[in-house]
Each structure stands twice: as C-alpha cells, then as structure tokens.
C-alpha cells in the first residue's frame, strides 16, 4: 500500500493541546504537525505521556475541560476542525473520521445489542430505512469476520470475546464509509494470535475502502507491519516522522533509535539490551532546551540551550535533534 | 544441597477452580428432574517441569492459558488440587501457612502490576524489609536489617533517600525495582516472576530485564518468568515452555524452540508475532477462532479445535509431552505421524 499522493487528506499544523490542571499546565501536546494522504496508514508512536492519544482526541474534538486547544490547526479536506462548532463536529465524527479505541470492554455500550449500536451510526449518518439499514449491518458484520451476523445483530456485547468485541468496534467505525479512522492501540489489550487475525482485517478493510488511517500505539513492531510513514511523539512533540522503513532502518533521532534498541531482536542476540536511562521527564516541568537531553547519548552544551526543530534529513525523513544520527552510526 | 538436585520441580501439577457458588446457584432442573452442576475451571491440567539452579525458565502461552496461575500455586498463594512441587527436593503442595514460612525465604515473587503490588501506605524501606522481618528471629539478626535494606536499593538502582518515601513518589519502572528489591531481601534462590515488565513502557523494559539479567550473573538465582511476550522471553530465558489451555504442550531450550518450534501452536504463536524486521512474506500458521472455555475442554487435544492439522486421532486421545531430542519435549500426535505435517 504505497499510495503515492500529492493531497493531504488530514494536515495538522502546530497543534497545541493544554490541559490546565491544579499542579500547572500541562503541554500534552505542544506543536504537532504531518499530513496524511488519501489510502494511507500513518503510525503515531511513543511511550505512555507522549501525547499521542491526545492527538488523536484533539483531531475528533473530544478534548474536555480542563483540557483545550490552544493553537494550531487540524485541516480535513482544507476545513479548520479547530474553529468548528461542534454540529459540525457531530457531522464529522462517525462519518468523515471514526475512531476505534483500546479497551473493546468498555468502548461498547452494554446495556445495548450490538444491532442497536450499529443501527444508531447509520440513523445519524445516512437515509436509509431500516431495512437497508439492517441489511448494510449485517453485510458489516459478515465483512469483518462474524458468522451468523443476522442473528448476532440480537446479541450484547458480554456475549462476545475480546477479540469479537474488536471486531465488532471495527465493523461499527466502518459503516458510515469514513475517509479517516482512528485507531488508538487497538490491539494492545488482545492476545497475539488474535492481534494478528485483527491487524489483517484492519489493512484489508482500509484497502478495500481506500481510507486512510491514524494508528496510535506504543508498539513499534506492530506500527512497522502496518504503517507506510511513523511519527515519532516524545513530550508532546514530534521527534521523527518518515516513511516506516527508512525510519526503521536508520533512524535519525537518538530517542528513536534508543526505543529500536529496546526491542529485544531475536535475529541478534546480545547478554544487555540497549536501554534509554533514565524516565520520561515530568512534562508540567521540561527542561529548557531539547526535551529528550537528560537521557540522550549524544547530547553537548546546544541541546540544553536551544529547542531543535524539526529539519528534513534525506528524501522522505525529518527529525528534530541537533546532532542528528548518520545511516552509518552506531549510537 | 547438591547441584544436580534442580531448585524447582513441578510435577503433574493440576489447579481446578470451583466456580459453583452456593447450592441454589448450581441447581438445575431440567425435564428429566433436578441435578446439581459443579462447574469448574479447568485452569492447569497436569503439566510438570523442572527449573536448575541459575537457570530462567520461561511459560509462554495467551491469556487465560493458565501460565499465571501456576506462578501463583507454585508460591502457593493456591492450593494444588493435585501434583508436587519440590524445592530443593522438599514438596511443598500441601503445606500450610506455618510450614510455608521458612519456604518463603528460599522462593520470592515480583508481580506484574508494579501499582497494585506495593503497599500505598508503607514506605520503601518498611516495603523491602517486610519478608526480610518475617524470616528474622533474633534481635542480632533485626539489627543488621537497616544496613541490608540501603544495600538492597542500591543494588536495585535506587538512593538511600527513596526509603523513606511512598510508592506514589515512584514511576512504573521504580516501583517494579522496588518490588525486585523486596524479593531479593531474603537471598532466594528462585524468584517467580509473573509478567515483570507487561506494565512498562518499551524503553523502561529494558531497563528492568537488564536489572534482573544482572542479579541473576550476581546471586545465581533461578527466575520462573510468566510472560505473554515472545520477543521478551527470547531475550531472557534459557528454557521456554509454551502453555496453552492449561497444558503444556512444547518445552524446549531457546535457540531450539525458536530455530525448530514443533507443536503447530508454537509455530502459530511465532508466526503470529509482529516484528520491526522486514515483513515476512508468508506466515507459516494462522490461527482462526478463539481459545476454548477452560469450564469444558475438548476431547482429545486441547488445541484441536484451531489445529489446522487436527484429524480424528487428535479428538479421541490427548497427546502426552514426549521427548523429541535435543531436549525438547512436544505433545503433539504429528511428532508420530509426521506425513500429515501440511496443511
């Protein structure tokens, strides 16, 4: 899936998303921008307090007090979601952008049939009566793997296991056609065999519809399967983004390399693995300077004065480090 | 003690769950008159293995495979509905509390919720010292405890000063030191480690594995680690048994079980694994359907009904584990009739 194109579906310019709490304000996201093009998947990946949920909240406008954007843009199509009124968000959501979540426990609703929470997408998202409406469900259904669906329609969501369940959310964000999805580790809470049975239906059902995707996860090796680009979040901002194997192979960045290093690699085993020391810093207090310097190798006196932006590095990758890896490097 | 003795060795281990609640929950009348279900789930369903001194043997297998609860009946947090469980030769299944006790100096556990696992209202140091207080007796041996309890923080990365804060104070990766501190407190020579690092961002896994590797090389300490991560537990282990439905259905050294994996489950499992290698360009297995209900097993083979080889052998007897060479042992029915090894 190397859909080369020159339009961008979604861009999103210098996102700011604050969250003003009691103990200070925290930069959850804090100036975010990349462009996704039509048929493509794109990878956001980082470790827990990266932002890279909140990307994904803030492009749906689900950020709530005491959460706010406080700057940037977010263009589907050329249209600002930012400035938007939430009718129009309503419009949007569900229909244009749908969103899968992590936990297919708790992102159905229990006390309804799955045919309830199916049927309400296309009540609000198309015109059809409710037979069509009932037929395109249970074509959905069948679509994403569940046999008998005409009469699953009928059953709760506790009558389904967990990968079940997945599919089940799946089916449910693709029944309006949306142009985007969103899907914020959907896999993490599955077994790997089930993983894997989701992550092929995921890319089938995108190829089949030519929609684009936003896979959050903090999972790099299931990112690398899927994706054609990967951005990098580290404190709220971009560190690296590129296409997915040249960033895999030879990342630019010392905090991407240093999270490849931490996989262990079975091809290649060493008695130490690679680690990143040190923690993530506190996010409401970041240092002056380059966020990642703390932990980084390769840091020197102008990472600690000075905030690296993000530089193109070759043909089809940018990182934001001052002294940023060379494909021969070692650390 | 000797060397040949292994530190941990488990044998036709079985754990059943009694889920029946109370009589009128479990009555069922039916056309025929009234009967009295006993559900029960059939969580480890006789697997034996054996652990040497220094040495990290690892259960893979799903959830719901009954990995986690061997851990915790080998710490004998349950009571074994039948099998042993030797310690340094002792069998230790029908213990009680009392009995346990000096046990417990000779086998430790680290759990995977790093959150859940310490206490919110003591200090690190009171944390650490707890098991170490429950195996002291004399007021000699108390007195040296303050000493061991710096020297333990510093062995696990931690300053003197983290003893007297709360857990609160500490990231996922502290608190995980923290609990490796606690069970390194009274010298183990086994250390059960249930999914360790599950909880723990990628680069902070790391960290930790590098910790337990280290301690391992220092005290010779044999870990019995419980992880669902292939890549993880290629890293750490020198023997791996792969568990599925409460059996184990391949043990093998390492390099073998990921080099010559046997049981089409394993083979599943692996092939199943995402890597940020080059994808591959065929997967050798995959599985459709789900892990059955651990309340009624199949006949047969536990893994017959995903097999993609299964015929009717498989559903009328169940494979045992037999040696294969090499030290790998496989139960499954394709080690003896190898033509029907194709899809």
Known sequence: ?331 | MSDALPILEVRDLKMHFDIGGGLLDRLKISGSGVRIDKPVVHAVNGISFSIRRGEIMALVGESGCGKSTVAKTIARIHQPTQGEIRIDGEDIASYGFAKMLPVRARMQMIFQDPYASLNPRQRVRDIVAEPLLQQTRTAEERKAVPARIEALLAKVGLSVEHGGRYPHQFSGGQRQRIGIARALSVMPGLIIADEPVSALDVSIQAQILNLMMDLRDEFGLAYLFISHDLSVVHHIADTIGVMYLGFLVETAPRDVLFSHPRHPYTRALLSAAPSIKERRDVDEITLNGEVPSALTLPSGCCFRTRCPFAWERCAQERPRLADVGGGQKVACHLVEEPDRDRP
């Open chain 1, 1 to 331: 899936m190397t859909v080369q194109t020159q339009h961008a579906l979604l861009a999103v310019r210098d996102l700011r998303t604050y969250f003003h709490t009691f103990s200070g304000t925290v930069k959850a996201v804090n100036g975010v921008s990349f462009d996704i093009g039509e048929g493509e998947i794109m990878g956001l990946v980082g470790e827990s307090g990266g932002g890279k949920s909140v990307v994904g909240f803030s492009i749906l406008g689900l950020i709530d007090s005491p959460g706010q954007i406080m700057g940037g843009q977010i263009l589907l199509n050329g249209e600002d979601l930012v400035t938007a009124g939430e009718d129009r968000l309503r419009q949007i959501r569900g229909r244009e952008i749908s969103m899968v979540f992590q936990d297919p426990m708790t992102s159905l609703n229990p006390l309804h049939t799955v045919g309830q929470q199916m049927d309400e997408v296309l009540r609000l998202h198309s015109d059809l009566d409710a037979a069509a409406r009932r037929k395109a469900c249970v074509e959905m259904l069948e679509s994403v793997g569940i046999s008998r669906a005409a009469d699953r329609l009928g059953a709760y969501p506790h009558q389904f296991s967990g990968g079940m369940r997945q599919r089940v959310v799946i089916a449910i964000a693709m029944l309006a056609k949306p142009r985007l999805i969103i899907a914020d580790e959907p896999t993490t809470a599955l077994d790997v065999t089930i993983q894997s049975q989701i992550l092929k239906l995921m890319r089938q059902q995108i190829a089949a519809r030519g929609a684009s995707m936003i896979l959050i996860t903090h999972d790099l090796a299931v990112v690398s399967e899927m994706a054609d680009h990967i951005t990098v979040l580290y404190c709220g901002n971009v560190v690296e983004r590129g296409r997915t194997r040249d960033l895999i192979e030879t990342p630019a960045h010392p905090y991407t390399r240093g999270l490849i290093d931490s996989i262990p690699d079975p091809a290649n085993r060493h008695p130490r693995l690679k680690q990143i020391p040190g923690t993530v810093p506190d996010i409401r207090n970041l240092p002056k300077g380059c966020n990642f310097r703390d932990r980084c190798p390769r840091a020197q006196a102008l990472c600690a004065v000075e905030e690296p932006q993000l530089r193109p590095q070759n043909a089809s990758q940018w990182a934001a480090c001052h002294y940023p890896l060379q494909p021969g490097d070692l650390a």
